[in-house]
Every structure is written in structure tokens, then in C-alpha cells.
């Protein structure tokens, strides 16, 4: 285990929308810097994602001082500014009632137009108070952005190269190989045997310690091609025939950061238990 690496960084400014590659990230206790402060939400306060519009994949969302930068196909980039401190609007993220701040109306209007449904923008203002992680997986105090569940997600390349020999050898050989980012990992380790991860508890990223809090269950958006927005069977068949754990198909582990500091591409990664 000794020639493990941090392979990439991954962080996705808006929910659902296209991530960024940096070569560096803070890590904060809710998560890396910059990931995932921002959603969408339906009139009704559901956030919105890529399991009810494939085609978000396809919108990207880039870190400027003060906010994002929002482009997507067919439509002017926007610069939209974090809201100052106010009035919060409650949403509903998978069942979480959780308080964030509205972006200015243009940020509306933009994501409306490109959807085709009318959408809002919302920004997490206070992560280390607004939402908890899942008490069921969490210790005392812990939060998370408008990520699924967890401040970080991270996948093994092993892992992905063993998936997809699966893929090659069943049903829908024909949409294999998958790429990483049908995952939306925020980081991703190379160098440890296939599916080692599922044993660890503790690791080492760097400078910085994490612990696994639980297997990552997947869902339809890894059906999505993220270039296209277009959906397969896959990986969620071959997930369902190799990797069901407790109902759940199984794909990258959850991390909540136990310390703080800069994870760097190319950093050791040490398993510590």
C-alpha cells in the first residue's frame, strides 16, 4: 500500500452541474473549498439534479472571487455573486429541510431558460451550521454542503478498471469503458488493489485525515453520460450483479475530514486502520 496517490481533485460548485480538475483544494470541515455551496430547487424547494435533468451535465459552473461562473450549451456565461447575508429560503434535499440564500433573479432566469423549467439558485451560506451529516453515519457536530450525504466522496482507479471488465463481459459491453466522472467522485486514489477500499476506516490524504463513514450507494445519474446527457444501463447493472451491499449498489466510499489542510495531486495516501 505504500505507492498509493491522490490520482485528481474533483470539485462541483453547483450541485449537479460539471466539476472543476484542480491540481490543489482546501479541505474544510463540510467538505473541499468550493464544492457544492450552490443547488437548484423546483418551485416547490426540491433541489434539483441530474435524476430529474440529465442535461445539467452538461452545464458547468467555474470558481471567480465572490461566486461562480455559470455556462452551459446555447447560453451567454453568467457571473453570479454570493448573496449577501439575509432572508433564507428552506429547501428539501432528499428529505433534509435544510435554509439557504436565493442568488440575484438573473441566476434564475438563466438556469430557468437553460432547463426549460422554472428553477432557483440557491447558496449555502453557513455550512458549519445548516445541515448535518446523517446522525445514523455522523459524530457529533459534523456537516456537510449540498453534497448527496457526506462532505467527500472518494473512488479508486483499480476499482473502475475492475468495473469495467465487468461491463465488458456482460449484457451492454457496448457503453464501456466508463469514465470516472460518471461518479462524481471528489477524489480519486490510484496505486491500491481493486476494491480495498471497502475495508478501510481511517485514512491519509496528505496532510489531512479522514474517516470512511459508509459505502456509497449509487444511483441513475452514473447511467448518465456526462458529456451527452445521454443514459444507459450502466454501471447500474453490473452494480446490481457484483456490488449490492444492504440494498444499496456500491460504488466509492464516503469521507468526513477529521483535520483540516491542502490535499495536493500526487499526495500519499496512507490507510491508517
Known amino acids: ?6 490520482q485528481s481533485i474533483h470539485v462541483h460548485p453547483v450541485k449537479a452541474f460539471r466539476g472543476l480538475a484542480p491540481r490543489e483544494a ?26 430529474q435533468q440529465p442535461h445539467l451535465a452538461q452545464a458547468a459552473a467555474g470558481l471567480v472571487p ?12 453568467l457571473t453570479v455573486t454570493v448573496p449577501e447575508p439575509g432572508d433564507t429560503v428552506t429547501l428539501d434535499i432528499f428529505g433534509d429541510k435544510v435554509e439557504g440564500v436565493l442568488a440575484d433573479r438573473s441566476a434564475h432566469d438563466w438556469a430557468s431558460a437553460y432547463l426549460g423549467v422554472p428553477v432557483r439558485l440557491v447558496h449555502m451560506d453557513d455550512p458549519a451550521t445548516r445541515r448535518p451529516v446523517d446522525p445514523e453515519f455522523a459524530l457529533p457536530g459534523e456537516t456537510v454542503s449540498f453534497a448527496d450525504g457526506f462532505p467527500l466522496l472518494l473512488t479508486t482507479a483499480s476499482s473502475l478498471d475492475s468495473l469495467n471488465s465487468l461491463i465488458a463481459e456482460g449484457p451492454h459491453a457496448a457503453e464501456g469503458p466508463l469514465p470516472m466522472n460518471r461518479f462524481r467522485p471528489n477524489v480519486v486514489v490510484s496505486g491500491t488493489e481493486p476494491w480495498a477500499e ?19 450507494g449509487r444511483c441513475v445519474v452514473t447511467t448518465t453520460d456526462q458529456d451527452t446527457a445521454v443514459r444507459g444501463k450502466e454501471p447500474l447493472h453490473t452494480l446490481g450483479r457484483h456490488r449490492r451491499f444492504a440494498g444499496s449498489l456500491a460504488f466509492g466510499q464516503n469521507l468526513v475530514p477529521l483535520s483540516g489542510g491542502t490535499i495536493r495531486v500526487g499526495d500519499e495516501v496512507r490507510i491508517l486502520e
Do not use: H, Y
Not at 1 to 6: E, I, S, W
Open 26 to 51: 482546501v479541505v474544510e470541515p463540510w467538505g473541499l473549498a468550493g464544492d457544492r455551496r450552490w443547488v437548484l430547487i423546483d418551485d416547490g424547494g426540491k433541489v434539483v439534479t441530474q435524476r
Open 1 to 6: 500500500m505504500g505507492n498509493a496517490k491522490l
Open 198 to 216: 471497502d475495508d478501510w476506516s481511517r485514512v491519509a490524504i496528505g496532510e489531512v485525515t479522514f474517516r470512511v463513514a459508509k459505502m456509497c
Open 66 to 77: 465572490g461566486g461562480v461562473v455559470l455556462s452551459a450549451p446555447g447560453a451567454e456565461p
